[in-house]
């Protein structure tokens, strides 16, 4: 471990690096968002939004915050800011794909702002994707042509905390105490090919390649571990 950042008040529910910026965001419970400097360590601005913060993701220049029914949008260049209306309470999750936000909601809905020429207001909600009934607490993206619903993956008996996906898979886990890998069989289905059992929940999913270039997933669990797993082992 090279450093601890200290400050919060409150859980960390994003963090995230814009592109050419040598400041870390940080976004909290605590309805903060904090300013890193990456070569000290020390918190360089404290941004106070008043109310606590779901989630925070970056896309380039452009820094999303989710909270309570809306999505604050910051260009830490020009220092624009935008406010994105239309999420029913809390946004737990948010990801940019083939110029769109998308962003999932407590109320099940997943809203999609599209990058628009008007200046005043460079992002266009463009629809809601109904389907799920409880709160989106995670996103990944596949196919973007439709927006429709596929397919409903069911065999999670716990709230799904976390997707990745990597090479032809999709990797999720719950607090059902799986990790679960899925692959597309011949007839267009998707199937759990593989479950995984820990003795807590999964809450976080990522993936890197080591030295050698083998494929390693990190999970972090709610027993405060984080365990390395060789893939495809």
Not at 123 to 128: G, V
Request: aromatic share 6%; glycine share 10%.
């Amino acid at each position: 471990m090279l450093a601890k950042l200290e400050g919060h008040e409150k859980a960390v529910s994003g963090i995230a690096l814009p592109l050419r910026s040598d400041k870390l965001l940080s976004g909290s419970r605590d309805g903060t968002v904090r300013l890193w400097d990456c070569n000290t360590g020390q918190c360089a601005s404290v941004i106070n939004l008043g109310a606590g913060v779901g989630s925070l993701i970056c896309e380039g220049p452009w820094v999303f915050t989710g909270m309570p029914n809306v999505v604050k949008a910051w260009n830490i260049e020009s220092l624009a800011e935008f406010s994105l209306d239309g999420p029913v309470g809390e946004v737990y999750s948010m990801v940019v794909a083939n110029e769109m936000l998308f962003a999932g909601a407590q109320d099940g809905n997943i809203l999609v702002w599209k990058g628009s020429p008007n200046t005043q207001n460079p992002f266009q909600l463009a629809t809601s994707l109904r389907g799920h009934t409880r709160p989106v607490t995670c996103l990944a993206v596949w196919e973007l042509d439709t927006l429709e619903p596929v397919m409903t993956l069911n065999d999670h008996t716990n709230a799904p905390m976390s997707l990745l996906c990597w090479d032809q898979f999709l990797l999720s886990c719950s607090l059902d105490h799986t990790i679960k890998v899925w692959f597309a069989t011949g007839g267009g289905n998707v199937e759990a090919a593989y479950t995984h059992k820990e003795d807590h929940g999964v809450l976080a999913l990522a993936g890197l390649n080591d030295p050698d270039g083998k494929p390693v997933l990190i999970g972090a669990c709610n027993d405060n571990t984080v365990h390395l797993y060789e893939l495809p082992s």
